[in-house]
């Protein structure tokens, strides 16, 4: 499939990350860090390394996973983790997780050093369907939900299936909701759509 052009930067669909190879080599970047989860560290970075097996060296920055600690305490530590590394104005942040990773480590990238570049590899349907584009970026203060954020593009979103095959039922459905949703919202053939293939 063709990629979307969104807003200056490309959504690619099962491009088996192919297109990165080409951001990475054309851009230079000092360094290059995978900002994870303990469940996509431990799930998804694997299939990350199969998609680029000639991918150079990476740092990986790991973080508990949950929405509880999409939070100011975390993105500190974070930032420092940048710090400790020598992350200067010219590395890159890939963000390879569901919505909690691309929120919060596309704030992160978005205001360390007034900004550096940062790729979403979303890894839950919902981040695929909605967070992982569109720029938004935030984090929770006292459990109140994106209240502080910037609106940043990624240099680009991939978007791979082979990342859901190991994501629980609940969490299809979370995304499969969100989906229904925004057929509701602004698209009926979109929404009888996803009905048809609820029923099959
Ligand atoms: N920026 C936006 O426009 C926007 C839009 C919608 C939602 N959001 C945000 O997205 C967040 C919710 O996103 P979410 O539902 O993806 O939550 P999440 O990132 O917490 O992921 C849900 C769970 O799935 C696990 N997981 C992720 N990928 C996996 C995989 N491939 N296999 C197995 N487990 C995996 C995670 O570790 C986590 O435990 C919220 O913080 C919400 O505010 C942002």
Not at 99 to 128: E, H, W
Request: proline fraction near 2%; include cysteine.
């Amino acid at each position: 499939m063709e990629p979307i052009k969104s807003a200056g930067h490309s959504i690619y669909f099962e491009s088996g990350l192919s297109p990165l190879k080409d951001i990475l080599e054309k851009n230079k970047y000092s360094k290059v860090f995978v900002f994870a989860d303990t469940n996509t560290a431990e799930l998804c970075i694997p299939v990350f390394r199969s998609l680029l097996d000639d991918i150079e060296d990476f740092d990986i920055i790991e973080t508990d996973s949950g929405e509880e600690n999409k939070n100011i305490d975390f993105c500190i530590g974070i930032w420092k983790t940048l710090l400790d590394f020598g992350a200067d104005r010219k590395c890159l942040m890939i963000n390879l997780g569901g919505g909690v990773i691309t929120d919060m480590g596309g704030f992160v990238a978005s205001t360390y050093k007034r900004g550096i570049d940062f790729i979403n590899i979303p890894t839950t349907l919902l981040s695929q369907v909605d967070a992982s584009v569109g720029g938004k970026t935030g984090i929770d203060i006292d459990h109140v939900k994106n209240m502080v954020g910037t609106f940043s593009l990624p240099q680009a979103v991939f978007i791979e299936n082979t990342f859901l095959t190991t994501l629980s039922k609940r969490e299809m459905l979370s995304g499969f909701a969100e989906m229904i949703k925004h057929g509701l919202i602004v698209d009926a053939a979109y929404y009888i759509a996803l009905w048809k293939l609820k029923m099959r």
